[in-house]
């Protein structure tokens, strides 16, 4: 009898603002800082690379995000990480804004997958919101494991 693997389920730090008026758009994340590997804001660093958003255990992103919302005033949250692809191994970022998104604007089933303009497989699945259909990713992913 084999023993089922652990599923790596991992959380992005993430803050977003709509821009209004009286307040600039925030789309940031929470990265490893590339010289101190100090955990800072992206916005936060003077870099024209792309850098992705440092991955944490639930608990422990959720104590940061909670103090940094209490530090800055700002949304931070967590938000579940995708493993990767479960069906050609390609890894895919918590960044990656056109990885999971609803079928029909703001509502119905979401849809996550591995999108061939980005070099993917083609590979999807449906869920019905981003943590069910991101878990559901993540544990076809621990289970394409253990059958290879």
Known sequence: M???????MMYAIRCRVSGSRTRAEIDDFLI??????????FSSIDSPWRHS????????AQARADALRRA???????????????????DIGPDR????????LKSGPWRAGCNEHDGGCGFEIE???YDDVVTKWNLMQAEALETA
Request: glycine letters at 6%; one cysteine or more; proline letters at 16%.
């Open 2 to 8: 084999t023993t089922p693997s652990p599923v790596r």
């Open 32 to 41: 490893e800082h590339p010289v101190t590997r100090k955990l800072v804001a």
């Open 127 to 129: 869920g019905s919101s």
């Open 72 to 90: 800055s005033g700002d949304p931070w949250q967590i938000e579940l990480a995708p493993n990767a692809c479960p069906n050609c191994g390609r």
């Open 53 to 60: 958003p440092a991955l944490l255990p639930q608990a422990e």
């Open 97 to 104: 804004i056109d990885f999971c998104y609803p079928r029909v």
